[in-house]
């Protein structure tokens, strides 16, 4: 199962610092390769692989994040036998934070650090409407105009079909999710924010700082809602100086 969820982990893993990586909806492990050339010395990346995508897409895809996170806790438990930290990109943000405070809830080792990006602060409310339960149309309008999808994936049929029923279930994880007031993590916190991100503005980012106790920090990266893929080096500078 480790193996499944985290397909392009290192073989040997012994650096003193693990990052687990969780992307966005619709997204695969393949967003975070070649991570760990342009993070410091000392950092092994390991990037989720959620049932559904790439390498696992004879798998059903979760529609809830209950179920999916207890999956994910279970292979990923072996790996937390050192310093560790989360990341995670607009769905992967929500996971990476329900994770940590699953794993402190259960009294277990808990992140050095979160990293969260292009995901508002889990108790706002959202202002966009939900589009899981859109007919395929308007769910295809939406990944256009958030730039989730490479657009030549637009112009092939059989690719849409292939995709739209694994951005839907992952919609719907976040968006049916509902956030359960806790006290804030004892942990930093580090947020990221697209310039020009059209579906989650600065303020909700920024608004992260009331779920730590501990030092948060708020960078803003150029490019629009999912930088993640095209702006590495200025998001891996940040997250290297933290690490």
């Known amino acids: 199962m480790t193996s499944a969820w985290f397909p392009l982990a290192p073989r040997t893993a012994k650096a003193p610092v693990r990052l687990f990586c969780f992307?966005?909806?619709?997204?695969?492990?393949?967003?975070?390769?070649?991570?760990?050339?342009?993070?410091?010395?000392?950092?092994?990346?390991?990037?989720?692989?959620?049932?559904?995508?790439?390498?696992?897409?004879?798998?059903?895809?979760?529609?809830?994040?209950a179920p999916l996170l207890e999956s994910l806790d279970g292979a990923i438990a072996p790996l937390l036998d050192r310093p560790f930290a989360f990341f995670g990109h607009s769905m992967g943000a929500v996971v990476a934070f329900e994770?940590?405070?699953?794993?402190?809830?259960?009294?277990?080792?808990?992140?050095?650090?979160?990293?969260?990006s292009a995901r508002r602060a889990p108790h706002l409310r959202p202002w966009r409407p939900s589009v899981h339960d859109k007919p395929d149309e308007e769910l295809v309008a939406e990944l256009r105009r958030i730039a989730a999808t490479d657009p030549a994936v637009f112009e092939h049929p059989e690719l849409m079909q292939l995709l739209l029923p694994i951005v839907r279930a992952d919609f719907r994880l976040v968006e049916t999710h509902q956030h359960v007031e806790e006290a804030p993590l004892a942990i930093p916190i580090t947020a990221f924010a697209g310039k020009s991100d059209a579906v989650v503005r600065v303020d909700e980012l920024a608004a992260w700082r009331e779920h730590t106790s501990g030092a948060f920090a708020l960078h803003e990266i150029e490019g629009d809602h999912l930088f993640v893929r095209h702006e590495r080096a200025a998001l891996l500078s940040a997250m290297g100086r933290e690490l």
């Open 23 to 65: 992307p966005f909806a619709g997204g695969g492990a393949s967003v975070f390769r070649g991570w760990e050339r342009d993070l410091p010395p000392g950092v092994d990346v390991f990037a989720a692989q959620y049932p559904g995508h790439e390498t696992r897409l004879a798998e059903a895809p979760f529609r809830e994040l």
């Open 99 to 116: 994770l940590a405070r699953k794993l402190r809830r259960e009294n277990r080792a808990q992140p050095k650090h979160l990293f969260v």
